[in-house]
C-alpha cells in the first residue's frame, strides 16, 4: 500500500495562508494524479483540488477558485496546496489523495489511496 502522509495544518486567523504537503512513499508517483478532499465535523468530505500526472492539468472546487493553489514535485513525490485568504468555512481536515488512470478525480471514493489527514481551523 502507497503511504501518504499529510503536513502544515495548524489555527490561523481569518486572512491567513498556509501551505500543506503530502509525501508519497512510492517510486512512481508520476503516475498518479493527486488531490486533496476536506472533511468538517459533520460534513460529507468534498473534493478542494487536483492534479494530473503531467503537471498541468488543474481543477479547483468552485469555493476555494482564486485562493487556493495545487502544485507538485514528482522529483520529491510530494504535492502541495497553497491556501491563502483563508475562510472560517475553510476548517476541516484536509486529506490527500492517490487516483489511478480511468478514476473520477471529483469522487473521493475512486481514489486508490489516502493520508490520515492534516487538521485546518480558521477563526473568526
Known amino acids: 500500500q502507497v503511504q501518504l502522509v499529510e503536513s502544515g495544518g495548524g489555527l490561523v486567523q481569518a486572512g491567513d495562508s498556509l501551505r500543506l504537503s503530502c509525501l508519497a512513499s512510492t517510486r512512481t508517483f508520476s503516475n498518479y494524479a493527486m488531490g486533496w478532499f476536506r472533511q468538517a465535523p459533520g460534513k460529507e468530505r468534498e473534493f478542494v483540488a487536483v492534479?494530473?500526472?503531467?503537471?498541468?492539468?488543474?481543477n479547483y472546487a468552485d469555493s476555494v477558485k482564486g485562493r487556493f493553489t495545487i502544485s507538485r514535485d514528482n522529483a520529491k513525490n510530494t504535492v502541495f496546496l497553497q491556501m491563502n485568504s483563508l475562510k472560517p468555512e475553510d476548517t476541516a481536515v484536509y486529506y490527500c489523495?492517490?487516483?489511478?488512470?480511468?478514476?473520477?478525480?471529483?469522487?473521493?471514493?475512486?481514489?486508490?489511496?489516502w493520508g490520515q489527514g492534516t487538521q485546518v481551523t480558521v477563526s473568526s
Open positions: 492534479i494530473g500526472w503531467n503537471n498541468r492539468n488543474t
Open positions: 489523495g492517490a487516483a489511478v488512470a480511468g478514476a473520477n478525480w471529483y469522487v473521493g471514493r475512486e481514489y486508490a489511496y
